[in-house]
């Protein structure tokens, strides 16, 4: 059973820092696709950035870009966002999803497994 876990979220003043990190288990190996969400209170979905197991990264939406960094350590299927210079307009639920490669998209919908999501908000 695919299983994704996020933690890493909480409150931080405005251009600050925070580091999330969503950890996998129980996926096949091979190429996949993890992406990062926010969801506002009231809003959709959004997506953030997607990477691709091999490290590619596969979209980086333009609020994120500059300030947001991704990583991963396929040894320990962990997928890390690093938030930097953080603005109130970051605070939301973030969370994890994984898709195949061919599913890496902005697109909610894609991806069948998700992580129960970590807060993140920026005063």
């Known amino acids: 059973q695919v299983q994704l876990v996020e933690s890493g979220g909480g409150s931080v003043e405005a251009g600050g820092s925070l580091r999330l990190s969503c950890t996998l288990s129980?996926?096949?190996?091979?190429?996949?696709?993890v992406a990062w969400f926010r969801q506002r209170p009231g809003n959709e979905r959004e997506g953030v950035v997607g990477?691709?197991?091999?490290?590619?990264?596969?979209y980086l939406s333009d609020s994120a870009k500059g300030r947001f960094t991704v990583s991963q350590d396929n040894a320990s299927s962990t997928v890390y966002l690093q938030l930097n210079g953080a603005k109130p307009e970051d605070t939301g639920m973030y969370y994890c999803?994984?898709?195949?490669?061919?599913?890496?998209?902005?697109?909610?919908?894609?991806?069948?497994?998700w992580g129960q999501g970590t807060q993140v908000t920026v005063s």
């Open positions: 990477i691709y197991t091999r490290g590619l990264i596969a």
């Open positions: 129980g996926a096949r190996p091979g190429n996949r696709c």
């Open positions: 999803g994984i898709t195949t490669p061919i599913g890496c998209a902005k697109r909610p919908t894609s991806y069948p497994y």
